[in-house]
């Protein structure tokens, strides 16, 4: 009889746990965010969903500081985000270029009055296409951890260099451009 109750019991709590619900949409997420972390060995990540201009799931994984033990708080840690910037910066241009707020051929100085002139017009559409002769990183400025108080005050960089070629005449990856063109957004 004692047997048969403690088998009935071990029976009871496996069946319960065949019982579990199925991880949500959050958990699923976190599940897939750990396994890249493990593939790629990256020491932390922040991932964050919205959904209608609202953050509805934000979550820190891995160390902002692995040699202090510093975990990744989604509300603190900042990461360099390197050229994902170039794809935000391309919807705010997408989404003032349909509210008719920006006008994809006008000078750039039409929205960056400070920007110097330059030997043919450059034009956020360039920009935006890699085309308008704004030089790259030189060197190691790639590394630079200079804060600037504005997009507009990080064009000091590169505002005064000149152009690698006409623009609208070849192509020539360009952050910088990049970064000209998110002063247009901000102008705009």
């Known amino acids: 009889m004692q047997l048969s109750l403690r088998l009935l019991l071990v029976f009871i709590l496996l069946a319960g746990f065949s019982c579990a619900p199925k991880p949500g949409p959050a ?3 976190s599940e897939l965010v750990q396994a890249w972390m493990e593939e790629t060995h990256a020491v932390g ?3 964050s969903v919205g959904r209608d201009g609202e953050i509805i799931w934000s979550q820190g994984f891995g ?3 692995l040699e202090q033990d510093v975990p990744v708080d989604p509300g ?3 990461f360099r985000v390197g050229s994902v910037a170039k794809s935000m910066t391309a919807t705010a241009v997408g989404i003032l270029y349909e509210a008719g707020k920006l006008d994809l051929d006008a000078p750039v100085q039409t929205y960056v009055p400070g920007f110097p002139q330059k030997q043919g017009v ?3 559409r360039l920009l935006g296409g890699h085309i308008a002769g704004i030089r790259h990183y030189q060197g190691d400025e ?3 951890n200079v804060p ?6 990080s064009l000091a960089i590169f505002k005064d260099d000149p152009l690698l070629h006409a623009p609208g005449s070849k192509y020539h990856y360009s952050s910088y451009g990049f970064n000209l063109l998110s002063a247009v957004v901000e102008g705009a």
Do not use: F, M, R
Request: a negative charge; charged letters at 20%.
């Open 76 to 78: 603190k840690t900042l």
């Open 27 to 29: 958990e699923k997420a």
């Open 63 to 65: 160390y902002a500081d």
């Open 122 to 124: 450059i034009t956020p």
């Open 142 to 144: 790639n590394l630079s």
């Open 45 to 47: 990540v922040t991932v």
């Open 148 to 153: 600037y108080d504005s997009v507009t005050a």
